[in-house]
């Protein structure tokens, strides 16, 4: 495990959820999905950019029959939500009658996932459910379940591991949190 903090920008971050912390957490919402779509094809739609490691590392492990596809929508600019209502876009998949499975990073006051729930619920899946890394339980204002969860954090902002600080520190391979 890497125990340095680290600088982006202007901010300091210390070392938050090791790698092999999020191994196993990968490990158990893999193996959650494995039992439940026993027997199904179902779609991963992968929410870029964030979402991109957890998501390469979740389907390494996948080992039903599966599709995967991306799709794009931003609410986030530098550290605060702008609650701006955003479009789904890059919908190339026909997810009608699909078993349809949302990859995200976070789910934070949740207002980006009800977005994109409510727009992929107008192309009728057969069934619709929410795949997300980590979840800020105290800033939640949704109404609908996580159904396959990694990690509930603190209200903290983290980076590393897909998570961006004005589109920097992606790249890291475990997760940080911003030093107060
Ligand atoms: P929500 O609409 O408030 O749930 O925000 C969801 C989006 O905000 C996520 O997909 C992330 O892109 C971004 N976000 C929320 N919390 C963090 C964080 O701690 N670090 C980096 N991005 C975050």
Redesign the pocket.
Known sequence: MNSKSIKIKDKEFSPYIPEAELNQIIDQVAEKINTDYQGKEPLFLV?LN??MLFASDLLKRIKVPCNVSTIRV???CGMS?TGEVKEVVGLTEDISNRDVIIV???????????HLLKQLKVHKPASLKICSL?F?PD??TGNYPIDYLGRAIPN????GYG???DEFGRNYPEIYSIKE
């Not at 995200?104 to 009800?114: A, L, R």
């Open positions: 929410v964030g979402a931003s609410s986030y939500s995200e990073d976070i789910v934070d006051t949740g207002i980006t996932m009800g980590l800020k800033k939640f903290e902002f983290v980076v998570f961006d600080y």
